[in-house]
């Protein structure tokens, strides 16, 4: 069930809060929730609520009546019981959007106007003290009653520090979508350094395989040279799907560099361990046999490939990328 608050400016307003079913559409009885009372303050725009109990707190925004109002449950709908807090009893309330009941007990509120979040104690709903931090930081700060979130000039506290950070955050979102792409849409041209193409594939995979009960043993780090960075992503990634896809957990899988002066040369070798109960009555069959399928073709289409045998109990396949330097 949705409760949702109307805006109630304009002769088409409703001043209440409507009741919704799952599926969007009106609930048949009592499709509002505050029951009309001639003793009740009458709501203009209401914005956040907070339910707390059997009580409903709701801000009014409108800027000539300001005010928060307590509501108390009565079957399926609320009855008004009192005003809890108007602009004259707390002058930075002006315009509120939102209200909230904290842990502690006070009653915080987020105020468009004035731009800044104020809060009320529990019981005298009088303006807690200015937030100790504002205080330290701002001595010679003025600071409107009950503020634990300011606002001068248009800028919050601390909002410079938080930019950075933010902005550090975008970047590497950016950077993170643009790498994305280079996947997606793979550039033929581009080259890239061995041991950090290898080092790509790894990440993009390691967690997942993780999860599913395979360890990565890199010990081809150190190679040199560059590669075409679509040859590497596509054989290297392939290679290890395929290896765990045809092959039981839990494994480790052992990537090292061979000998050639030609091509990158680097062997998948795929060992079981200790964890499944028949991890050592199976010897690994496959390994990284290539019997047809995609794969196959993707490893003929890019680099030559072999199969060779694995003396730890299993067999090892081996791809080669050509070097460009």
Not at 50 to 67: E, M, P, T
Not at 159 to 167: G, Q
Not at 247 to 267: F, G, W, Y
Not at 274 to 294: I, K, T
Request: with cysteine; hydrophobic share 40%; aromatic share 6%.
């Amino acid at each position: 069930m949705w409760w949702i608050s109307y805006r109630g400016e304009g002769k088409a307003g409703v001043e209440n809060i409507g009741v919704f079913e799952d599926d969007g559409t009106p609930r048949k009885e009592h499709p509002v929730l505050l029951d009309p009372s001639t003793d009740a303050e009458v709501l203009h725009i209401a914005r956040g609520f907070a339910l707390v109990g059997d009580d409903l707190y709701i801000a009014n925004a409108w800027r000539k009546d300001s005010h928060v109002a307590r509501y108390r449950r009565h079957g399926d709908t609320f009855h008004f019981a009192e005003m809890v807090v108007t602009t004259k009893d707390v002058a930075a309330m002006v315009h509120p959007f939102d209200v909230e009941l904290g842990d502690d007990g006070r009653i915080y509120m987020s105020c468009q106007d004035t731009n800044t979040v104020i809060a009320l104690m529990p019981k005298s709903r009088k303006p807690v003290p200015v937030a100790a931090h504002l205080r330290k930081r701002y001595p010679n700060g003025n600071f409107l009653p009950g503020t634990v979130v300011a606002s001068s000039q248009g800028r919050l506290p601390e909002v410079h520090d938080s930019a950075h950070k933010i902005n550090g955050f975008a970047r590497a979102a950016l950077n993170s979508c643009l790498d994305v792409v280079t996947w997606l849409a793979p550039d033929e041209d581009v080259s890239i350094a061995a041991a950090e193409g290898m080092r790509q594939c790894l990440g993009l995979l390691t967690t997942s395989l993780t999860f599913r009960g395979f360890t990565l043993q890199n010990e081809a780090g150190s190679v040199s040279g560059e590669v075409r960075r679509s040859a590497i992503r596509n054989v290297l990634t392939a290679s290890l799907l395929h290896i765990t896809d045809e092959n039981k957990a839990p494994a480790e899988i052992v990537l090292a560099p061979e000998p050639d002066d030609r091509s990158l040369v680097l062997s998948l070798t795929l060992r079981p361990t200790d964890g499944e109960h028949d991890a050592h009555q199976r010897a690994v069959e496959d390994g990284l046999a290539l019997r047809g399928g995609l794969l196959q073709r993707i490893l003929q289409l890019l680099a030559p490939c072999h199969i060779g045998d694995d003396p730890h109990g299993g067999r090892a396949g081996v791809a080669r990328v050509d070097r460009l330097a």
